[in-house]
C-alpha cells in the first residue's frame, strides 16, 4: 500500500491510502461499499453489538449531512453516505486495542481487518487502474480483436442484443456490474455467519479469493494492456469522444476486419483493465462460493455471473477473449488459496500447474498468433473453449475428491428371535 501510496504521487495522484482517508471527512465514492465493509466487520458481533454499530454508523452520517446541507458543501462524484461506516470500523480498532484483551481482542481486530482490506483492495483497484492509463500509453486491442474472431466477436453480437433490450436490461446490467462488491459482501456474511459463535474465522471464504484476484489481476494489465471494443473501436463509454483515439468506429454493429495486427496509442486516462476479465473472476468466484449455500444464494450467485458476462460483453468492456482468461485466471487462483488452506498435496499442485499453464498459453497465443486464431476459427476457436473447459473439469474433479467423505451408518446386525 506505502509502495503504490509512492507510485501514485509520482504520476501526480491521490494513493489508496490518502483517498481512504479523505473520505473520512469528504464525500465516499462507494457508500455502499463501506457499509459492505464495516457489515464483514460485524460477522465477530453479537446481535445486539450489530444493531448498535449500525446505529452509531447511521447516526454520523445523519450529521454529515446535516452539516453539508446547513453549510451548502457540494457532493460532486460521491455519495451521501457512507462516512459513517468508515469512523466505525476506525472507532472499533480503537476499541478493541483499548478495551479487550486476549482472543476478544484479536478476533475483534481479525474483523476490522477483514472490513478495512475490502476497501483498500477497492482503492488499490482504482489507483492500480489510473496508473495503468499512465505507464502504458500503447495497448494491444488490435491483436485481441484479431484472436476473438476464432470465438466468432461475442462482444459484437452481446452488445447488439444489449442495445435491442433497451433501457430497462442496459440499467439492470449496469446495477449488477457497478454492484459487484455488494454482492460479493453477501456471500461472505453467509460463509462467516458462525464466526461469532465459534470465535474464529473459516480457513477459506469469498474475501480471500476476492482480495487475491485483485492483487494480482492489474499485474496482468502491466503485461498485456487492452482497453476494450467500446474503446478502441467504438465512441467510448461516455460518447463520441472516444472516436480520436479509437483505430475504427466498428463496435458493436461491424466485426473487426482481419488485418496484421499493431499496438496502437491511446489516451492517458482509461484504464488499460481488460485482459484478463476481473469483473468475470469476481463473478466467477460468487458464483463458485454460492454453491454450498441455501437454494435462494445459490439462484443469486448463477444470476450475478450471467448477468456479470452480460454486462462485460454487452457494453463494450471486454472481449471474448478477456472472458476465457478471467474463468482461467479465477479457478487457478481459488484451487491455489484452497491448496494453502488445507495443505498442499500433489492433485492441488497439478491443478494450479495445469491452471497457469494454461492461462499463460492463453496469452501468448493471443499476443503472437492473432492472425492464424482469426483465419482458422474453427480450429484455434475449439481449442480455446476445450483449454478453459479442461481447467474447469479439472477443478470440479479436483475439489470434489477433497470434499469429506460421510461413511454411511451401519445397519444394525437382525437378533435372532429368542426361542
Not at 462482444?155 to 433497451?166: E, H, K, M, T
Request: glycine share 10%; net charge positive.
Amino acid at each position: 500500500m506505502i509502495a503504490l501510496e509512492i507510485i501514485a504521487r509520482h504520476y501526480g495522484l491521490r494513493g489508496p491510502l490518502t483517498t481512504e482517508a479523505r473520505e473520512l471527512v469528504f464525500p465516499p465514492k462507494s457508500g455502499f461499499l463501506l457499509y459492505a465493509s464495516m457489515g464483514l466487520m460485524t460477522v465477530v458481533l453479537t446481535w445486539r453489538q450489530r444493531f448498535i454499530t449500525f446505529g452509531i454508523a447511521l447516526g454520523i452520517d445523519v450529521v454529515f449531512l446535516l452539516v453539508r446541507w446547513t453549510f451548502g458543501l457540494k457532493m460532486t462524484g460521491g455519495h451521501p453516505f457512507g462516512n459513517g461506516a468508515l469512523w466505525v470500523l476506525l472507532g472499533c480498532a480503537v476499541f478493541a486495542v483499548v478495551r479487550r484483551t486476549g482472543q476478544e481482542r484479536a478476533l475483534l481486530l481479525k474483523g476490522v481487518g477483514l472490513g478495512m482490506l475490502l476497501m483498500a483492495g477497492r482503492k488499490t483497484g482504482d489507483t492500480w487502474l489510473v496508473i495503468t492509463s499512465k505507464a502504458r500509453p500503447m495497448v494491444l486491442d488490435q491483436y485481441v480483436a484479431t484472436a476473438d474472431h476464432a470465438l466468432g466477436n461475442p462482444s459484437w453480437l452481446v452488445g447488439r442484443l444489449v442495445n435491442a433490450s433497451g433501457p430497462v436490461g442496459t440499467h439492470l446490467l449496469d446495477y449488477v456490474y457497478a454492484q459487484l462488491a455488494v454482492a460479493a459482501v453477501v456471500v461472505a456474511l453467509y460463509q462467516l455467519r458462525n464466526v461469532a459463535a465459534e470465535r474464529r474465522f473459516p480457513r477459506h471464504h469469498l474475501v480471500r479469493t476476492f482480495l487475491v484476484i485483485g492483487l494480482l489481476g492489474p499485474g496482468i494489465y502491466m503485461i498485456f494492456p487492452v482497453v476494450g471494443p467500446i474503446f478502441a473501436y467504438g465512441p467510448g463509454a461516455s460518447g463520441t469522444g472516444g472516436l480520436e483515439w479509437a483505430a475504427a468506429n466498428l463496435w458493436p454493429h461491424t466485426p473487426t476486419p482481419v488485418t496484421t495486427p499493431h499496438p496502437m496509442l491511446y489516451d492517458g486516462i482509461t484504464p488499460r483493465n481488460c485482459m484478463p476479465s476481473l469483473h468475470t473472476a469476481w463473478a466467477t468466484a460468487i458464483f463458485i462460493h454460492s454453491r454450498k449455500g441455501p437454494r435462494v444464494l445459490r439462484y443469486g450467485g448463477t444470476f450475478w455471473l450471467v448477468a456479470t458476462l452480460a454486462a462485460t460483453l454487452g457494453f463494450g468492456y471486454h472481449y471474448g477473449a478477456d472472458i476465457v482468461a478471467g474463468v482461467v485466471f479465477t479457478l487457478t487462483i481459488e484451487a491455489a488459496l484452497r491448496s494453502l488452506a488445507r495443505g498442499w498435496d500433489r492433485s492441488g499442485t497439478q491443478l494450479v500447474a495445469h491452471g497457469a499453464t494454461v492461462f499463460v498459453a492463453l496469452l501468448l497465443a493471443y499476443r503472437y498468433l492473432p492472425m492464424d486464431m482469426a483465419r482458422l476459427p474453427w480450429l484455434f476457436g475449439p481449442l480455446v473453449v476445450v483449454a478453459m473447459l479442461s481447467v474447469i473439469y479439472g477443478y470440479l474433479r479436483t475439489t470434489t475428491r477433497w470434499e469429506p467423505k460421510i461413511a454411511p451408518t451401519p445397519r444394525p446386525e437382525p437378533q435372532p428371535e429368542p426361542v
